[in-house]
């Protein structure tokens, strides 16, 4: 399953520059919507299939879920809503519900440099240590080219109720902001696909 989930990082540094190119966008943009901040602070392009979850529209996401009777998948969101509404974070479901990816961005005054986001990788690992015992780690933070700017990548994978889940958290820098994305799977035949396309958000993102 490590090896699985390295693909991120594979994905990271080799196919970013290819999506980068207007013409990939182009012949992609069927299949993909981009999302802005609602102050135009970063944006990228996440698969049309995929359910995006912010503080406007969770409400209104669950309940219609909830019609749906899938009561795993509105607990999920549920849980995640107060979250949602108060620090605003986005969330991101694939169509199972089974793969999330997480994006916030946090006030740092500073661009970081390459330096600067490998002295967060030892916080990083300690805070995800921290929260999932037992967490074991693929990479424990290196620098990845992500077009026209780096990112810190840490890949792991840990057990949550008997379920097997992988995880990455990458970390970007802006000109005064940090972004932070956390990739969560938790059905190991999805890792391949949703990894694939976490690292096309990841390609597309621009930021302040």
Known sequence: MKKILSVLLALAMLLMPVLSLAEAAAMLAADYTTYTHTDDQYSFMYPNSWTLLNAENVEAVLGAISETEDEQ?????????PQLQQSGMIMLLNETGNTNVNVVAQYVG????????LSLAPTVVSQLSAAMPGVEFVNEGVIINLGDKNGLIVEYSYTL???????????????????????????????????????????TFTGK
């Open 73 to 81: 998948l509105a607990q999920m969101i549920a849980t995640y809503g």
């Open 161 to 203: 109720a008997g379920t097997e889940m992988q995880g990455a958290q990458v970390y970007v820098s802006g000109e005064t902001d940090m972004y932070i994305f956390t990739y969560t799977c938790a059905a190991a035949d999805e890792v391949a696909a949703t990894s694939r396309e976490f690292g096309f958000m990841l390609g």
């Open 110 to 117: 500073m661009r970081a440099t390459d330096d600067m986001l």
